[in-house]
């Protein structure tokens, strides 16, 4: 039902531009006790980047963390996880505890606001597991009730951190009009207010405003499987184009590609192509997933996962999702089963 949604040190002088540290009192502690861990290093984010490391030993390790003029989040990093676990601290001591061999179950004590961002993911767990058992629901309606859960939260608590963060958490069940109703409120209720979490999702609207339908195509160029360079300008020329961003890993991708699969069949003949654009970063997997979904049109991927330079261009924040191409312009967005073959029949014809 759902989609399928992700180090360099760059110093702790990045964290002194933004937080006081000239006295010890202006710092706080930041414990991490993670089983099955001991001996790996362990990375303290913010922002993106890394702030301070250390090796868990005997299951514990401590980061003294700058106070910071606002309540940010912060992220803890360890070699194998797909992304960063992200949390609150409010500033004061808090106590990070789990297994390594499962971070999205790593309970923070000590943070009231991370308390409140627990209390909103397990109603959010709860409300989609009840959706999922309901079978008189479709996933389209059940995805609109959870995309509504999350809408009412952010607009009934505009000045809450936990809010900014699930504006951006869940920025792919949203539209750029959503969004930015969502932040006009924000602002109305307090126009200075800013931190991490609210200007990501303001950077976010501006770029997916980019790549709506209407909007010229960007262009970019990424390696087949042998390693030749592929320009989408090229492979678009005197076609209509579909560009379907997924990944071999992505169970929603693989559900959709006997759709993708049907429309090329159905339509090549008549000028139909598609663009492959893999969020893989395992060569063989990503081979051995075009062989057996039968995907014979020209792929691309820079092997590299959520950071696929294409990905960001197009501001892929969920995957399957694609961008149908025609005369350099995106003609249509994310488009799924019998709305695919309809779009595409309807342009062909036009």
């Known amino acids: 039902m759902m989609k399928t949604r992700n180090l360099l040190v760059a110093g702790v002088a990045l964290a002194l531009a933004a937080c006081t540290t000239t006295h010890r009192e202006d710092t706080f502690k930041i414990n991490v006790n993670l089983a099955n861990a001991d001996g790996k290093t362990v990375y303290l984010q913010k922002d993106g980047q890394v702030l301070d490391s250390a090796v868990i030993a005997n299951w514990d390790a401590a980061f003294e963390t700058p106070v910071c003029a606002d309540n940010e989040m912060y992220g803890l990093m360890l070699k194998g996880w797909r992304r960063p676990f992200s949390f609150f601290t409010d500033n004061t001591e808090v106590t990070l505890e789990g297994d390594a061999q499962n971070p999205s179950a790593i309970?923070?004590?000590?943070?009231e606001t991370q308390a409140r961002l627990d209390a909103?993911?397990?109603?959010?767990n709860e409300l989609e597991e009840k959706l999922e058992a309901d079978s008189t629901m479709s996933d389209e309606d059940a995805e609109e009730v959870l995309k509504m859960h999350?809408?009412?939260?952010?607009?009934?608590?505009?000045?809450?951190?936990?809010?900014?963060y699930v504006l951006y958490r869940y920025k792919w069940a949203f539209g750029p009009c959503e969004m930015r109703t969502m932040i006009d409120n924000i602002h109305h209720a307090d126009s200075a207010l800013t931190n991490s979490n609210l200007k990501l999702a303001e950077e976010y609207v501006e770029k997916i405003e980019r790549v709506q339908a209407g909007?010229?195509?960007?262009d970019f160029t990424q390696n087949d499987p042998d390693?030749?360079?592929?320009?989408?300008s090229?492979?678009?020329?005197?076609?209509?184009?579909?560009v379907d961003f997924w990944a071999s890993w992505c169970p929603d991708c693989r559900k959709e590609n006997p759709n993708v699969v049907a429309a090329y069949q159905r339509f090549h003949d008549q000028g139909f192509?598609?663009?492959?654009?893999?969020?893989?970063?395992?060569?063989d997997a990503w081979l051995a997933a075009i062989e057996k979904d039968g995907l014979t049109w020209t792929h691309v991927s820079d092997l590299q996962g959520w950071g696929n330079a294409a990905g960001a261009l197009y501001t892929i924040a969920f995957i399957p999702q694609n961008a149908l191409i025609k005369d350099g312009m995106i003609v249509a967005r994310n488009l799924v089963g019998e709305a695919l073959m309809e779009e595409v029949e309807r342009q062909l014809e036009n």
């Open 107 to 111: 309970v923070v004590k000590g943070s």
């Open 120 to 124: 909103f993911t397990q109603g959010y």
């Open 150 to 164: 999350c809408f009412d939260y952010v607009w009934d608590n505009p000045t809450d951190p936990v809010a900014h």
């Open 215 to 218: 909007q010229p195509m960007i």
């Open 227 to 232: 390693g030749h360079p592929v320009t989408l």
């Open 234 to 242: 090229e492979v678009a020329e005197g076609k209509l184009l579909l």
């Open 273 to 283: 192509d598609v663009l492959g654009v893999s969020f893989d970063t395992d060569r």
